[in-house]
């Protein structure tokens, strides 16, 4: 083989193989990259899970006061009223705790 080929062989060979190394660094960064969005979306996904519950707690506290607010106003019973309305209030908050732990399990 000519000295001239085998420099123009090792020359493609270095650039193949700088080609290979960039790549390969390349897909390293892009799984890190993507491993740490994956990582970041479940802690927002379970911050929104907090915000709702505590949205939750807040409403039911809301729902109970007015309830007893009711009761000393109209003379009305506490739990005739009182249990209808914060069991359909419960029922609803398990609902959409269950479809946020939903989202977030198939996300992750």
């Not at 193949?16 to 897909?27: G, I, L, N």
């Not at 069991?87 to 908050?93: A, I, M, N």
Request: contains cysteine; proline residues 1%; glycine residues 4%.
């Amino acid at each position: 083989m000519s000295p001239q080929l085998e420099k123009k062989t090792r020359q493609l060979d270095e650039q193949v193989t700088k080609a290979d190394r960039e790549f390969f660094d390349s897909c390293k960064k892009s799984e890190s990259a993507r491993a740490e969005w994956d990582y970041n979306i479940g802690k927002v996904l379970l911050l929104l899970v907090v915000v709702i519950v505590d949205v939750v707690v807040v409403v039911v506290f809301v729902v109970f006061v007015l309830l007893w607010q009711l009761q000393d106003v109209y003379r009305v019973g506490l739990c005739r009223v009182g249990l209808l309305i914060i069991g359909k209030v419960l029922v609803v908050v398990v609902i959409v705790v269950v479809v946020v732990v939903v989202v977030v399990l198939v996300v992750l």
